[in-house]
């Protein structure tokens, strides 16, 4: 078979061409051979002559090594991880180092990671080159060819493998109890020795008595593993028997699973994938292990498998979708060093984007080139940039892409960017078949299915046909770095040159360390703000002293940084007509409306760059009104689409119902950070364009909202959205509407890491888990609600605690599961899983968290219709929380009685998944400050993770509906009281978000 239909790696179906059609099994064994045997390669790296290493393939085929390294385990990159490899000299790098006498046939790259970063390889002869190319490409392919289950199944073999090799510290294949003692450590399993010991013998049943091997360690850590909580639900469906019947596996998916259309046939199938033990197989039942392997499997999974699948109407006008948006594409790191490259499309249209940025300039013997403008960051061509797009467009699905073009070149290069695009997009650029619906109407998703769009300038109507070129306006050009904020070019000395560069580095390393100690649940901060007026402070001195020694009234030639950095300019000052604007901020924060974009500033546009921009024109944004034309793009910066949101939501809502509107990242964002893009969808804008290259809240929201279609780069809007008017920052947006109440009881984790900033890694303390819980959406269901606290057990700590949420906008909603380590002075950030509430499956479900092998929560997810005002829910959500969601340790000697604890709970608290006895338990509230508050308060001046809030409940308040959350927290605003709000808000909780 040379051809199938297969599940790629997102578990979503694509048509593939049997790798072994063109391999045959015995030469791409013999390649695995090779390659886990070792060769020693060149490894090419920036600025060195390169270095020679032995690359291996490990034994497990997961991942490549090499050594020596001063790494350690870390030298290695996962199978998983690599995107693609390119034979010969492609890469950056290579070019770099044109000058190496190397022959092509001898090189090849492998990109991997979230940034396609590359790894360059020289072998010493075209042989083994081939070799390694064939073996990468055979591994990939298995990976992309493998079920979820498979890819579940193999993932934990290798983790357990990998386990035991890194606590056998002698390296003799062996683990004795001292060995055990410190992995269990590790493992954050808080034990008796005694147990321990008691395990550590049952399972060492070898001749060798004292150790574990591999395989007897599996027996000790498959008896360390068992589930109460699962056995109990075992039983409770078994009739109190040890093992499940068909029937009664039936009985179980239909009344807690919520399956439709259970069949005998798949009941049975269950048993056969999942029960370990030959004797069930053959009496037809599932066993306690076999039950765990089921629920622990992607079938209970909380994400639906339906949606790894487009599943929503694509035949709805493009406006009608919110589309995966990135800013500022090329870029691998911040906005000011860091490197362009060709690869960050590659990875960014293969994981699902649609909207992609080219920032186009002069660049030298006529060619365009792609670069960050008025900054250092390195320049690619053009030329390459559309190659790549060609080539990675529709790889991983056919939806149309938007090439957003920020054109600054002349006329004539202009003309060589719509030669290059016309000549290697060809067809994909031909609209003149598309169907189109309704007068006046874009086109939809489906009918642009292998199409590329070109968002840019269009020449105005009144200009003949035959003008060959015309004057355009400048005013959104979306993405062009604000005056004060460019590096001017000029014919700088290389020393001065270097030293501009070296403190701007220095600034950066600075900024970027201030995120990586704030809290990683941070907000949109503008915190960096001070950083930058320091930078712009420190160069003007630097280039100051510069000058100066270069003598008095001389011309400095230096790389100078115009203005500054800081966002309101208190003097005033006057610019030149042709960069006038009007981006007063704080008439904004006082509801003054001004205008969009810079004023008086043209370009010239050359006709056939024009007229390759069809649906998608960039028109000037002087506020959000439609002037009935088809197909005007409104590009937005953040700061001033804020206020405007805030203002004028229903016209937001209206306009984007008939074109589209983009937002993008302030230009003082230039650590590269992302804005919430939340409040934006509210308003049904459909370009939110994010840094792709900063992982994050901000990009894990932007993720869970486009799985929810496949990641085909294109969800539906809620039909609120696409017709009629509705305010989504008022009480009750939908006061006809029934609404969802999400009841979700936090049962229990497993195998939860130590916090990965943790200062002593795997040495420090067992950590004190808990969960938190984050609807985010419609401001009326933004809340948070959090479990206790269970000390000393990362491993299988239990909550069994009930969270109610209600939300009246189910579509826009994600669901937010964070799980943090419980520390005195804050806590710390352990992992989280965002998932789409559209996309959340009933039941028990595992919570698997992002990014982390093994580590989930265990949860039941229900959901009801309610009807009625929101008195009713809270009541009800009364009856589940007994005592108060948030005190301070403090509190609990105010009177607030003990939780009763079930008989279940009880039962569970008999196991190694309840925290030591005796143990007092304290429920701290945390709330995360946004940036603007943060600049404004001295008492949470060290972090935002250090920063903890405890709020007794006599003093909470609650902030005015009609006041949003930042400016109540800027302009220090008097809440109003609890108690006065007591008649209507109705008794929810002890605690209120603001």
């Given at each position: 078979?040379?051809?199938?239909?297969?599940?790629?790696?997102?578990?979503?179906?694509?048509?593939?061409?049997?790798?072994?059609?063109?391999?045959?099994?015995f030469?791409?064994?013999?390649?695995?051979?090779?390659m886990?045997?070792?060769?020693?390669?060149?490894?090419?790296k920036?600025?060195?002559?390169?270095?020679?290493r032995?690359?291996?393939?490990?034994e497990?085929?997961?991942c490549?090594?090499?050594?020596?390294?001063?790494?350690?385990?870390?030298?290695?990159?996962?199978?998983?991880?690599?995107?693609?490899?390119t034979?010969?000299?492609?890469?950056?790098?290579?070019?770099?180092?044109?000058?190496?006498?190397?022959d092509?046939?001898?090189?090849?790259?492998?990109?991997?990671?979230?940034?396609?970063?590359?790894l360059?390889?020289?072998?010493?002869?075209?042989?083994?080159?081939?070799?390694?190319?064939?073996?990468?490409?055979?591994?990939?392919?298995?990976?992309?060819?493998?079920?979820?289950?498979?890819?579940r199944?193999?993932?934990?073999?290798?983790?357990?493998?990998?386990?035991?090799?890194?606590?056998?510290?002698?390296?003799?294949?062996?683990?004795?109890i001292?060995?055990?003692?410190?992995?269990?450590?590790?493992?954050n399993?808080?034990l008796?020795?005694?147990?321990?010991?008691?395990?550590?013998?049952?399972?060492?049943?070898?001749?060798?008595?004292?150790?574990?091997?591999?395989?007897?360690?599996?027996?000790?850590?498959?008896?360390?593993?068992?589930?109460?909580?699962?056995?109990?639900?075992?039983?409770?469906?078994?009739?109190?028997?040890d093992?499940?019947?068909?029937?009664?596996?039936?009985?179980?998916?239909?009344?807690?699973q919520?399956m439709?259309?259970?069949?005998?046939?798949?009941?049975?199938?269950?048993?056969?994938?999942f029960e370990?033990?030959e004797?069930?197989?053959?009496?037809?039942?599932?066993?306690?292990?076999?039950?765990?392997?089921f629920?622990?499997?992607?079938?209970c999974?909380?994400?639906?498998?339906?949606?790894?699948?487009?599943?929503?109407?694509?035949?709805?006008?493009?406006?009608?979708?919110?589309?995966?948006?990135?800013?500022?594409?090329?870029?691998?790191?911040?906005?000011?060093?860091?490197?362009?490259?060709?690869?960050?499309?590659t990875?960014?249209?293969?994981?699902?984007?649609?909207?992609?940025?080219?920032?186009?300039?002069?660049?030298?013997?006529?060619?365009?080139?792609?670069q960050?403008?008025?900054?250092?960051?390195?320049?690619?061509?053009?030329?390459?940039?559309i190659?790549?797009?060609?080539?990675y467009?529709?790889?991983?699905?056919?939806?149309?892409?938007?090439?957003?073009i920020?054109?600054?070149?002349?006329?004539?290069?202009q003309?060589?960017?719509?030669?290059?695009?016309?000549?290697?997009?060809?067809?994909?650029?031909?609209?003149?078949?598309?169907?189109?619906?309704?007068?006046?109407?874009?086109?939809?998703?489906?009918?642009?299915?292998?199409?590329?769009?070109?968002?840019?300038?269009?020449?105005?109507?009144?200009?003949?046909?035959?003008?060959e070129?015309?004057?355009?306006?400048?005013?959104?050009?979306?993405?062009?770095?604000?005056?004060?904020?460019?590096?001017?070019?000029?014919?700088?000395?290389?020393?001065?040159?270097?030293?501009?560069?070296?403190?701007?580095?220095?600034?950066?390393?600075?900024?970027?360390?201030?995120?990586?100690?704030?809290?990683?649940?941070?907000?949109?901060?503008?915190?960096?703000?001070?950083?930058?007026?320091?930078?712009?402070?420190?160069?003007?001195?630097?280039?100051?002293?510069?000058?100066?020694?270069?003598?008095?009234?001389k011309?400095?030639?230096?790389?100078?940084?115009?203005?500054?950095?800081?966002?309101?300019?208190k003097?005033?000052k006057?610019?030149?007509?042709?960069?006038?604007?009007?981006?007063?901020?704080?008439?904004?924060?006082?509801?003054?409306?001004?205008?969009?974009?810079?004023?008086?500033?043209t370009m010239?546009?050359?006709?056939?760059?024009?007229?390759?921009?069809?649906?998608?024109?960039?028109?000037?944004?002087?506020?959000?009104?439609?002037?009935?034309?088809?197909?005007?793009?409104?590009?937005?910066?953040e700061?001033?689409?804020?206020?405007?949101?805030?203002?004028?939501?229903?016209q937001?809502?209206?306009?984007?119902?008939?074109?589209?509107?983009?937002?993008?990242?302030?230009?003082?964002?230039?650590?590269?950070?992302?804005?919430?893009?939340?409040?934006?969808?509210?308003?049904?804008?459909?370009?939110?364009?994010?840094?792709?290259?900063?992982?994050?809240?901000?990009?894990?929201?932007?993720?869970?909202?486009?799985?929810?279609?496949?990641?085909?780069?294109?969800?539906?809007?809620p039909?609120q959205?696409?017709?009629?008017?509705?305010?989504?920052?008022c009480?009750?947006?939908?006061?006809?509407?029934?609404?969802?109440?999400?009841?979700?009881?936090?049962?229990?984790?497993?195998?939860?890491?130590?916090?990965?900033?943790?200062?002593?890694?795997?040495?420090?303390?067992?950590?004190?888990?808990?969960?938190?819980?984050?609807?985010?959406g419609?401001?009326v269901?933004?809340?948070?609600?959090?479990?206790?606290?269970?000390?000393?057990?990362?491993f299988?700590?239990?909550?069994?605690?009930?969270?109610?949420?209600?939300?009246?906008m189910?579509?826009?909603?994600?669901?937010?599961?964070?799980?943090?380590?419980?520390?005195?002075?804050?806590?710390?950030?352990?992992?989280?899983?965002?998932?789409?509430?559209?996309?959340?499956?009933?039941?028990?479900r595992h919570v698997?968290?992002?990014?982390?092998?093994?580590?989930?929560?265990f949860?039941?997810?229900?959901?009801?219709?309610?009807?009625?005002?929101?008195?009713?829910?809270?009541?009800?959500?009364?009856?589940?929380?007994?005592?108060?969601?948030?005190?301070?340790?403090?509190?609990?000697?105010?009177?607030?009685?003990?939780?009763?604890?079930?008989?279940?709970?009880?039962?569970?608290?008999?196991?190694?998944?309840?925290?030591?006895?005796?143990?007092?338990?304290?429920?701290?509230?945390?709330?995360?400050?946004?940036?603007e508050?943060k600049?404004?308060?001295?008492?949470?001046?060290?972090?935002?993770?250090?920063?903890?809030?405890?709020?007794?409940?006599?003093?909470?308040?609650i902030?005015?509906?009609?006041?949003?959350?930042?400016?109540?927290?800027?302009?220090?605003?008097?809440?109003?009281?609890?108690?006065?709000?007591?008649?209507?808000?109705?008794?929810?909780?002890?605690?209120?978000?603001?």
């Amino acid at each position: 078979m040379s051809s199938y239909w297969g599940l790629n790696k997102h578990g979503r179906s694509q048509y593939c061409r049997h790798f072994l059609a063109d391999n045959g099994t015995f030469h791409v064994e013999r390649c695995m051979s090779v390659m886990q045997s070792g060769t020693q390669m060149i490894k090419l790296k920036s600025g060195t002559k390169g270095l020679v290493r032995l690359f291996y393939l490990d034994e497990h085929r997961t991942c490549i090594r090499w050594r020596p390294s001063r790494k350690s385990e870390k030298a290695k990159i996962v199978i998983d991880s690599i995107y693609k490899v390119t034979e010969g000299r492609q890469s950056d790098i290579f070019h770099r180092h044109a000058e190496g006498n190397f022959d092509p046939s001898c090189c090849f790259t492998i990109y991997h990671g979230n940034h396609m970063d590359s790894l360059d390889l020289i072998t010493s002869n075209p042989e083994e080159a081939r070799t390694w190319i064939t073996g990468l490409k055979y591994l990939m392919a298995g990976i992309s060819d493998e079920d979820s289950l498979a890819k579940r199944q193999r993932t934990h073999d290798h983790w357990m493998k990998q386990t035991f090799e890194e606590a056998d510290k002698n390296g003799d294949g062996l683990l004795n109890i001292d060995e055990i003692y410190h992995l269990l450590h590790k493992l954050n399993v808080n034990l008796p020795r005694r147990k321990v010991r008691q395990m550590f013998q049952e399972a060492d049943t070898d001749e060798n008595q004292g150790t574990l091997t591999f395989e007897e360690f599996c027996v000790f850590y498959k008896m360390m593993s068992l589930r109460r909580d699962l056995y109990l639900l075992l039983m409770s469906y078994s009739n109190k028997k040890d093992h499940l019947t068909v029937e009664e596996i039936a009985n179980f998916l239909k009344t807690e699973q919520k399956m439709t259309n259970v069949t005998t046939e798949y009941c049975l199938d269950i048993v056969r994938k999942f029960e370990v033990s030959e004797e069930n197989k053959e009496r037809v039942v599932l066993g306690i292990d076999g039950f765990t392997n089921f629920m622990r499997s992607p079938a209970c999974d909380i994400f639906s498998p339906l949606h790894y699948e487009v599943n929503q109407d694509m035949d709805q006008p493009l406006c009608n979708y919110y589309i995966a948006s990135s800013h500022n594409t090329y870029l691998t790191g911040d906005q000011l060093l860091s490197q362009s490259k060709t690869e960050m499309y590659t990875w960014v249209l293969q994981d699902g984007c649609r909207c992609i940025e080219v920032d186009c300039w002069d660049g030298p013997d006529g060619e365009p080139v792609v670069q960050h403008g008025y900054t250092l960051t390195s320049k690619i061509l053009l030329k390459d940039v559309i190659d790549t797009i060609n080539k990675y467009a529709f790889v991983k699905n056919e939806y149309p892409v938007i090439i957003s073009i920020e054109n600054h070149c002349s006329i004539n290069q202009q003309k060589k960017i719509a030669k290059y695009l016309k000549d290697i997009l060809g067809d994909k650029l031909d609209l003149s078949n598309v169907q189109l619906g309704e007068s006046k109407q874009l086109p939809s998703p489906q009918s642009l299915k292998g199409k590329i769009l070109i968002k840019g300038k269009k020449l105005p109507h009144h200009l003949g046909a035959d003008a060959e070129e015309g004057d355009v306006s400048d005013e959104d050009s979306a993405d062009e770095i604000e005056d004060d904020c460019k590096l001017k070019n000029s014919n700088s000395s290389d020393t001065n040159e270097h030293q501009v560069e070296s403190f701007i580095k220095k600034k950066l390393e600075s900024l970027l360390k201030e995120a990586q100690i704030r809290d990683k649940e941070d907000p949109d901060s503008y915190t960096i703000r001070a950083l930058l007026r320091a930078t712009h402070e420190g160069l003007n001195v630097n280039l100051k002293q510069n000058t100066d020694a270069k003598g008095s009234g001389k011309k400095s030639h230096n790389r100078t940084l115009m203005g500054n950095f800081s966002k309101h300019k208190k003097g005033g000052k006057s610019r030149s007509k042709s960069h006038s604007t009007d981006d007063d901020e704080e008439g904004q924060e006082t509801g003054q409306m001004h205008r969009i974009g810079r004023r008086g500033k043209t370009m010239k546009l050359c006709r056939e760059l024009s007229d390759l921009v069809m649906y998608t024109n960039s028109v000037a944004a002087q506020d959000v009104v439609d002037d009935g034309t088809t197909g005007n793009v409104l590009s937005f910066c953040e700061t001033k689409a804020h206020g405007l949101v805030h203002q004028k939501p229903e016209q937001f809502i209206v306009y984007n119902q008939k074109q589209l509107i983009r937002l993008y990242p302030s230009a003082y964002r230039i650590d590269s950070s992302n804005f919430n893009p939340q409040e934006y969808w509210n308003v049904g804008c459909q370009l939110v364009a994010l840094n792709y290259q900063t992982e994050g809240r901000m990009m894990q929201l932007n993720r869970a909202k486009f799985l929810q279609n496949g990641n085909c780069g294109y969800v539906l809007k809620p039909p609120q959205l696409c017709k009629g008017v509705v305010n989504p920052y008022c009480d009750d947006p939908f006061p006809a509407n029934p609404k969802k109440q999400l009841v979700l009881k936090i049962i229990s984790g497993q195998q939860l890491p130590k916090p990965p900033d943790s200062m002593l890694g795997d040495r420090g303390e067992i950590i004190d888990p808990f969960v938190e819980v984050e609807i985010i959406g419609f401001p009326v269901d933004c809340c948070k609600e959090q479990t206790r606290v269970v000390d000393d057990n990362g491993f299988n700590p239990v909550w069994e605690e009930v969270l109610t949420f209600t939300i009246h906008m189910p579509e826009l909603a994600l669901v937010r599961f964070l799980v943090w380590d419980h520390d005195p002075i804050g806590r710390d950030f352990v992992g989280q899983r965002t998932v789409a509430f559209s996309s959340l499956m009933p039941g028990y479900r595992h919570v698997y968290l992002e990014g982390l092998t093994e580590a989930s929560i265990f949860v039941h997810v229900t959901i009801h219709d309610i009807y009625g005002k929101n008195r009713q829910l809270m009541g009800l959500k009364g009856l589940f929380n007994k005592t108060p969601k948030h005190y301070s340790t403090e509190s609990s000697s105010s009177g607030y009685g003990v939780r009763k604890r079930s008989f279940g709970d009880r039962i569970l608290r008999r196991s190694a998944s309840a925290p030591a006895k005796g143990r007092k338990k304290s429920k701290i509230g945390f709330q995360e400050i946004t940036g603007e508050a943060k600049e404004g308060t001295s008492d949470c001046n060290t972090t935002d993770k250090e920063c903890v809030i405890k709020r007794e409940a006599k003093s909470l308040v609650i902030r005015p509906v009609s006041v949003p959350v930042d400016r109540l927290l800027v302009s220090g605003l008097t809440p109003l009281a609890l108690d006065s709000v007591n008649d209507t808000k109705g008794n929810e909780s002890n605690s209120v978000q603001i």
